[in-house]
């Protein structure tokens, strides 16, 4: 992780900032891959599955909608019950200068069956860095806190005790018409819960990573 995203970074910095984009909306579907991991990385599960991506950009606003399901099979160690995963992932930008934006907005990922895994839902709140890498190419580089996050199993996390960090790219065809989307999210937050005893860690961490194709208006 540390790796890939120096490497992002050094990318985005030898690249000319990207210049704000006109007004588009875009939608298409997407195929989602995932690791989620609780308490310790002996609780481990991977999966697939499908999702759907919409994009919109109107003037120095812009905002991006994800929705994915991925059935989480159990990767060895203690983990024995498969579960699905519904995730709804939204982010609203404002564009601020050079290649950054201010970023708000929420995750809600829901557990199937209930408690197999935490269900969580949370604000978030960060910036995102954006630069061309060439005719219809753009990459992008976000992340951020993710504030008040509230767990279907209980616990409490500190006030920066949870981030998300996100890497996403496109790639334009058809004259701009139709576009190839990836994106990959990672989540990591430290929670704790008590149990009458005194406190625990009970951290969660998941890496999501979506490819898709989008039509554009």
Same mark, same amino acid.
Request: include cysteine.
């Given at each position: 992780m540390r790796t890939l995203t120096l490497f992002a970074l050094a990318g985005l910095a030898v690249v000319p900032t990207c210049r704000l984009a006109s007004?588009?909306?875009? #939608?298409?579907?997407? #195929?989602?891959?995932?690791?989620?991991?609780?308490?310790?990385?002996? /609780?481990?599960?991977?999966?697939?599955?499908?999702g759907a991506k919409a994009s919109m950009t109107w003037k120095k606003f812009s905002a991006d909608v994800w929705l994915s399901k991925v059935k989480y099979q159990p990767e060895g160690g203690t983990a024995t019950t498969e579960f699905d995963a519904s995730e709804v992932d939204v982010l609203l930008r404002y564009y601020v200068a050079g290649p950054f934006s201010a970023e708000l907005g929420f995750v809600n990922?829901?557990?199937?069956?209930?408690?197999?895994?935490?269900?969580?839902?949370?604000?978030?709140a960060g910036a995102q860095m954006a630069h061309l890498l060439g005719p219809g190419v753009r990459m992008s580089l976000? %992340?951020? /806190?993710?504030?008040?996050?509230?767990?279907?199993?209980?616990?409490?996390?500190?006030?920066? %005790?949870?981030?998300?960090l996100g890497l996403g790219i496109t790639v334009d065809a058809l004259r701009g018409r139709l576009r190839f989307? %990836?994106?990959?999210?990672?989540?990591? /937050?430290?929670?704790?819960?008590?149990?009458?005893?005194?406190?625990?860690?009970?951290?969660?961490?998941?890496? /999501?990573?979506? #490819? %898709?194709l989008a039509v554009v208006f």
């Amino acid at each position: 992780m540390r790796t890939l995203t120096l490497f992002a970074l050094a990318g985005l910095a030898v690249v000319p900032t990207c210049r704000l984009a006109s007004q588009h909306f875009a #939608i298409g579907p997407q #195929i989602a891959f995932g690791d989620y991991r609780e308490t310790s990385s002996d /609780l481990r599960y991977r999966g697939s599955g499908i999702g759907a991506k919409a994009s919109m950009t109107w003037k120095k606003f812009s905002a991006d909608v994800w929705l994915s399901k991925v059935k989480y099979q159990p990767e060895g160690g203690t983990a024995t019950t498969e579960f699905d995963a519904s995730e709804v992932d939204v982010l609203l930008r404002y564009y601020v200068a050079g290649p950054f934006s201010a970023e708000l907005g929420f995750v809600n990922r829901k557990a199937d069956p209930e408690f197999e895994a935490q269900s969580v839902g949370t604000v978030t709140a960060g910036a995102q860095m954006a630069h061309l890498l060439g005719p219809g190419v753009r990459m992008s580089l976000d %992340g951020g /806190l993710m504030l008040g996050p509230t767990f279907s199993g209980g616990g409490s996390v500190s006030a920066v %005790g949870a981030v998300r960090l996100g890497l996403g790219i496109t790639v334009d065809a058809l004259r701009g018409r139709l576009r190839f989307t %990836g994106d990959y999210d990672f989540q990591s /937050l430290s929670r704790e819960t008590d149990n009458g005893s005194g406190s625990l860690s009970a951290p969660i961490q998941q890496s /999501l990573g979506r #490819i %898709g194709l989008a039509v554009v208006f």
